[in-house]
């Protein structure tokens, strides 16, 4: 009885995720790969993608925190490029979109639009990151 509680409120987290746009289609794809074999596949990609996320973060923070009068863009849209690609693959929609905007501040060399876009940026990781624990912890609780 109580895995039922918690099997509607996995499901309505999940599709929370999705309906506040949170997730996408690749989000999808994941959980297709998932199976009997490989229960937790779904949870293990995601952390891996915070371990590598986090790192990526710490090297635009230190790469916007460098007060030279001259910021490198073009590493800073690597490093985004590469932070974006991560977040595609789990599909983090929120976080790929102000990834998007991110680039296009840099492209543009509009530091100030990259700074402020960065926290966007965060603030969706952290935003996501929360919501996903508290689904995988229903869908553990679930089983």
Do not use: W
Not at 5 to 29: M, P, S, V, W
Not at 40 to 49: A, H, I, T, Y
Not at 82 to 92: D, N
Not at 120 to 132: D, F, G, I, M, N
Request: net charge negative; charged share 30%; glycine share 4%.
């Amino acid at each position: 009885m109580e895995g039922n509680h918690f099997q509607r409120q996995a499901a309505y987290t999940r599709k929370t995720l999705f309906d506040q746009g949170y997730l996408d289609e690749q989000f999808i794809q994941l959980e297709d790969l998932q199976d009997d074999a490989n229960p937790n596949f779904v949870e293990e990609v995601v952390k891996l993608f915070y371990t590598d996320s986090a790192r990526l973060i710490r090297n635009i923070d230190l790469a916007l925190a460098d007060n030279s009068s001259h910021f490198d863009f073009e590493k800073l849209d690597d490093i985004m490029h590469q932070f974006k690609g991560s977040s595609s693959s789990i599909g983090a929609k929120k976080i790929k979109k102000e990834c998007t905007q991110f680039q296009e501040y840099c492209n543009a060399g509009n530091l100030e639009g990259c700074t402020r876009t960065f926290q966007q940026v965060k603030q969706e990781h952290a935003t996501l990151k929360r919501k996903l624990e508290s689904y995988f912890q229903l869908t553990r609780q679930a089983r």
